[in-house]
């Protein structure tokens, strides 16, 4: 994808064409794109938060995680706790 295409991928999104928020998601999943993932999910996009707290578990980036969890995520929270628990173990 071009850069102008996601440049008109991003305007149709913004014009409320869930198709293209969805795309973006996803694109940003691949790319692992947080920023991307950040935004669409300040947007108002229920997948971008599910992707965004996916891809943290998957990175193991707490600070997204207690982030989100603190805005109310409970999946961001469970993952956020697993981690946690694993590491406490890690430890042991």
Not at 61 to 85: F, I, K, M, T
Request: no cysteine.
């Amino acid at each position: 994808m071009t850069d102008d295409d996601l440049r008109a991928l991003r305007e149709r999104a913004a014009a409320g064409d869930q198709d293209a928020t969805g795309r973006l998601v996803e694109l940003a999943g691949e790319r692992g794109d947080m920023a991307e993932l950040r935004r669409l999910a300040d947007a108002g996009s229920g997948d971008a938060v599910d992707q965004l707290v996916e891809l943290a578990g998957e990175l193991g980036d707490l600070d997204e995680l207690r982030r989100l969890a603190g805005l109310g995520n409970r999946d961001a929270a469970e993952v956020l706790s697993e981690l946690l628990e694993s590491e406490d173990a890690d430890e042991e």
